[in-house]
């Protein structure tokens, strides 16, 4: 049979399944292909999936990829590579946007439910500010560093900064370990005390920091960490 014939109809049969069944079914290679469809119009890429799953060796790990490296894998043009990864970005916004429902959080497990998402499809060290009114009201969220929570990216000054622009007199402290082990280091520990001690001089509260990993979080005052023992006289 013409390889012609056995493709033809495939994509509007793909279509059809998911949008009959949903992705639960899928294989990898299928959800890939199912993708690329918008993307690739002209050529069969279930080669290309295969492709893309034999160099990276997951489906998350295709849609975490970098732009660049994606282009690496033979098919995969730049209008291809944003797609895919617009995936991760736009699941990230859907889930933070979810989130952003809930005005008040009251409790420290309510702060690590809002704060989860803002991590999700994250492969680098990113800090999170949750900043709060004196009512438990969310007045924002701000990115205000990448790399590991006490690298030089890291400024107390400009999580102060934030809170302070921001009106906050509660704010919780996030970032998250891409290694996927959600557990306090050393070093966290030091820069938490620093960040507290900073926000107590301008009488606001650092009420919790949180360990993001794989879609869960540590809270480090639930672990037992205190930090107001460490704030400057």
């Known amino acids: 049979m013409p390889k012609e014939s056995i493709h033809k109809g495939h994509r509007e049969r793909l279509k059809e399944r998911f949008r009959e069944e949903g992705l639960d079914n899928f294989t990898d290679i299928q959800a890939l292909e199912l993708l690329l469809f918008y993307a690739v119009p002209q050529r069969d ?116 900064e934030t809170a302070l622009n921001a009106g906050a007199t509660t704010v919780v402290l996030a970032h998250n370990h891409p290694s996927g082990v959600a557990l306090p280091s050393t070093e966290d520990v030091q820069t938490t005390r620093r960040v507290a001690a900073a926000l107590a001089a301008v009488e606001i509260h650092l009420a919790d920091h949180m360990v993001v990993a794989e879609g869960d979080y540590v809270s480090m005052v639930q672990s037992g960490y205190r930090f107001d023992a460490y704030l400057l006289p």
């Open 45 to 160: 890429t279930n080669p290309i999936a295969h492709a893309l799953l034999d160099r990276f060796g997951s489906l998350s790990r295709v849609l975490e990829a970098a732009p660049e490296e994606l282009e690496k894998v033979p098919g995969i043009s730049a209008h291809s590579a944003t797609l895919l990864t617009l995936v991760t970005a736009l699941g990230r916004y859907y889930q933070v946007d979810c989130a952003q429902r809930v005005e008040c959080l009251t409790t420290l497990d309510a702060c690590g439910a809002y704060l989860v998402p803002y991590f999700f499809g994250r492969t680098r060290e990113t800090v999170f500010l949750l900043c709060m009114d004196a009512k438990c009201k969310v007045l924002c969220c701000r990115e205000v560093g990448e790399g590991s929570v006490n690298s030089a990216s890291i400024s107390v000054r400009k999580i102060v």
